[in-house]
């Protein structure tokens, strides 16, 4: 009786390590079932709206020098000589307030909430050509970051100075996915039209190239979720060292039922 239940024991660990030391590659690699024929990327990058709380960094240039001055906030990030930080681009920058107005110099109050770049340099290039003849107008959003929390390995906030970020590239800032999280289940809260909301989607599946989630917004909350078994699973070295100690111990057991 006492071997039987021994062999039973026996058989329970394997079928318990084997359970835990396999996990398919399905689960843990990126955009599966791509064909060699490749495939579309998602459609056009999507255009800022303007939204409360952005800020932007706007220039207005003409031939004229003096007057830039009447339009321009000189700050440090306009010499070369210093290093564009996210401190000086808060402090310099344009905030939209919460009538979505900003208040540029010498031109006044100039609402925009809701337009895209391109459509704010156009409202502002307009009202500059009261005072200058063809007025040349950059604008930049200033406060452009993505947040990545949960399994990885550097989850944080960071910063974007580049347009069109994807879900990969911010993945990478964060360091990838690490051995515990869930590639099928990821999140993200997304705010549209000052509103947030919660979307859902798979890093396993090819098709996220040609998803909304493809390419990250400004101020996307991105979440890895664990899996599900991620205060069992272990790494694989420490499961081989698991292992050889388990049967280490089994193979004692026989050679002390063996002697009995």
């Known amino acids: 009786m006492k071997k039987n239940n ?19 590659v399905s689960k843990i690699t990126y955009m599966n079932n791509v064909n060699n024929e490749g495939w579309g990327i998602s459609p056009i990058p999507p255009k800022h709206k303007i939204e409360i709380g952005d800020i932007l960094m706007i220039k207005v240039i003409s031939r004229n020098e003096e007057s830039n001055k009447l339009f321009n906030v000189e700050t440090n990030t306009n010499n070369a000589n210093t290093t564009t930080t996210a401190a000086n ?4 920058g344009f ?26 340099k156009e ?10 003849i063809d007025p040349y107008v950059i604008v930049k959003l200033a406060n452009f970051e993505v947040t990545v929390l949960g399994e990885v ?6 910063p974007v100075y580049k347009e069109n ?4 590239d911010a993945l990478a800032m964060a360091g990838d996915i690490n051995d515990y999280g869930n590639l099928r289940k990821v999140r993200i809260i997304r705010s549209n039209n000052n509103k947030k909301k919660v979307y859902y989607f798979d890093l396993t599946e090819s098709k996220i190239l ?3 989630f493809y390419y990250l917004n400004n101020k996307d909350l991105v979440y890895v979720q664990p899996l599900k078994f991620k205060g069992l699973k272990k790494s694989q070295s420490q499961l081989l060292l698991s292992s050889l100690t388990t049967f280490a111990v089994l193979f004692n057991a026989i050679l002390n039922f063996t002697k009995d």
């Open 6 to 24: 021994f062999y039973y024991l026996l058989l329970l660990s394997i079928v318990i390590t084997s359970f835990f030391s396999c996990t398919p």
């Open 123 to 132: 409202t502002i290039a307009n009202l500059a050509k009261e005072y200058i």
């Open 210 to 212: 040609q998803s909304n």
């Open 153 to 158: 390995n550097n989850p944080g906030t960071f």
């Open 89 to 92: 681009l808060y402090l310099n």
């Open 95 to 120: 905030t939209v307030n919460t009538d979505g107005n900003i208040d540029l110099p010498n031109v006044g109050t100039v609402n925009i909430v809701n337009q895209t770049l391109d459509e704010a």
């Open 165 to 168: 970020l994807t879900i990969f």
